[in-house]
């Protein structure tokens, strides 16, 4: 039971029942009396981890008050002869409209009932039945109510408590330079938490990036995703703003010292609505099914965006105070634990997450330590980015030293000796910082760098060389020779393996340097496109009549179909035609068994050794041997390759002598 002071007083009764806590807003609070029937109002389910709430809601928010624990401990339902009975039957009465219950609190005690009204679904009558703990005088809630709370006590509770399934969300990479394009939408770069939210199912979740539960810790934005009756995964940022409506990461990280100032949850991305994803979905596309969700709310908000001027909109940031941009590709599809080159991050200030990884002494005036040493991951090692002794408070040189004092270690994290030249305390590389940073040398340290806050939600292993990676320049398309032909690419960041991190780029260079191995074996022969624009975890599809905008390099191969209808098909004879394919998305070449010029003379044989969920691929090798016995004894020459992920092919030369029936 929660004493509830919002706009009016009242108290929360919870009981958990089917993995929820059912709950009643009593406006006089519970009582011992029995003749004191106290009206209940039902409001929606909460998550049972909301049980041990108390602290401050902030104004502007749901439910903006002080909450605190009045009554907490257990109940067992009974039935009319007082017997307990199970959860299922517990429910079902609630769903006829009677309960009945044994409470064992420090206050509630002895036997209650809950009744709900007449033709009113919310409103119900909390009774205390007549036993050893009833009383016959008049019962006030307040006279025993607790000591009130100062603080959100549960803002630090649970801070490290990681969630076992979580979603980890897209990553932007870093760019410093602002560029305006139409194909490019340009958001505001909020500086605050990225959060994950979960609605719409029997416990709503709210997590950092890295899996971190936020449930406990921003219990408004959590009783406000509760209102989202859809079943969704959205993604966004968590921001305290200030009184000139700017994000304010300082007193976000402090957030229960500055109660009156609201919390907000920006949502720019939806990855799933009611079970079905929305990952597959175009940026544009999702963002408006993400708007139509949301509606108007103060707690949860739409992150609206503006199209191609992303010059202008960083020099409009900047005015107003904010830390940066955010340029996504408005055809861009959602991956999950990727940093993408689809979404760009371009700050006013350049800065970066680094790992702290030990401290030198204090000198002079200064207490608690001199200066930070910086390393992020790389590879399986630590790499040393320098140190910081600048922009630091006292305050933060004292809650610093309290940090790491835990974390201090005789061994140093880096492999090889830095260029330190004073007495270092090493740390285990845990805690995460922001720093600026002017620019970064040769071997990558950081120049002039500031310290500018502590990352608590975020992991040391996600610090590594990518994090400060950047990108000069984004281009729509660029041209490559091809001997004397020209051919225009585009989309090169476009990420085709979301797992590895290969673009559409990679695919390209790859059919670039492998061009003179391949096009003897595609000369001459029409091919039948499979396209894959969105890389490997999309569908695809089959293009056959290709030929038509074809340019001038690439050869086509016309051809009536069993419906009379002309199908021009592309024949790749040069390097030029081989990138415009890889350009379209043809992750594979499918060349048919014939030439154009001998169309129903196969000039291979395949024999195509695909196995089934029961073979072992030592079975396929044990069968291309078998084949390889054959062809041997009967003076054949076959050349066996890979096909797919577990299969074998085995090519059989035949020069076009033999038409297709011949062949089979």
Partial sequence: VQRHQASRLHYDFRLELDGVLKSWAVPKGPSLNPSQKRLAVAVEDHPVDYIGFKGT?????????????????SFIPVNEAHETITEKQALAGLKKGELKFRMKGSKLKG???????????????????????????????????????????????????????FVSPMLATITKTPFSDKDWIFEVKWDGYRAVGETGQKEVRLYSRNGIDFSGRFPAIQQALQKIKHKAILDGEIVLLNDKNVPDFQKLQHYENHLNFPLVYYVFDLLKLDGKSTEKLTLLERKK?????????????????????????????????????????????????????????????????????????????????????????????????GHVGTGFSNDTLASLKKLMKPLETSDSPFTEKVPINDEVTWLKPKLVADIAYTEVTRDNIFRHPVFLRLRDEKSSKDVNEEVVEEITEVKRSEEIKAGKDTVVVT????????????????????????????????????LSLKRNPNGIRDEGFYHKDAGENAPSYASVFPIKSGEGKMIDYIICNNKATLLYLANLGCIEINPWNSTAKK??????????????????????????????????????KGYCKTSGASGLHVYIPLKSKYDYAEVK
């Avoid at 809601?57 to 401990?73: L, S």
């Avoid at 020099?315 to 991956?335: H, N, P, V």
């Fill in 111 to 165: 036997e209650f009932v809950l009744i709900r009204l007449k033709n009113d679904d919310k409103n119900w009558l909390l009774i205390k039945h007549k036993d050893d703990h009833s009383v016959n005088t008049i019962y006030d809630a307040e006279k025993t109510k607790g000591k009130p709370v100062k603080t959100i006590a549960s803002i630090r509770h649970g801070r490290a408590k990681k969630l076992d399934n």
């Fill in 57 to 73: 809601i902030p104004e502007g928010n749901y439910g903006a008050g002080t909450v605190e624990i009045w009554d907490k401990g």
């Fill in 599 to 636: 169309k129903d003379n196969p000039a291979w044989m395949v024999i195509d050794i695909d196995p089934s969920d029961e073979n072992t691929f030592e079975q396929v090798v044990d069968t291309a041997l078998a084949v390889k016995k054959v062809l041997d004894k009967a003076g054949v």
């Fill in 289 to 385: 099914l993400l708007k139509k969700l949301l509606g108007k709310n103060k707690t949860i908000r739409y992150c609206d965006h503006i199209e191609t001027d992303g010059t202008g909109f960083l020099e409009q940031a900047k005015a107003q105070g904010l830390e940066g941009i955010i340029a996504k590709k408005k055809d861009s599809r959602y991956t999950e634990g990727i940093r993408s080159k689809e979404w760009l991050k371009i700050k006013n200030v350049q800065s970066t997450e680094i790992v702290i990884a030990g401290y030198t002494r204090p000198r002079g005036e200064r207490n608690h330590f001199g200066s930070l040493i910086l390393a992020n991951k790389k590879g399986k090692t630590w790499a040393y980015r």
């Fill in 491 to 526: 989309n090169r960041h476009k990420i085709f393996w979301p797992d590895e991190g290969f673009t559409k780029g990679d695919v390209i260079d790859y059919y670039d340097e492998v061009s003179d191995f391949i096009l003897p074996y595609l000369k001459d022969h029409p």
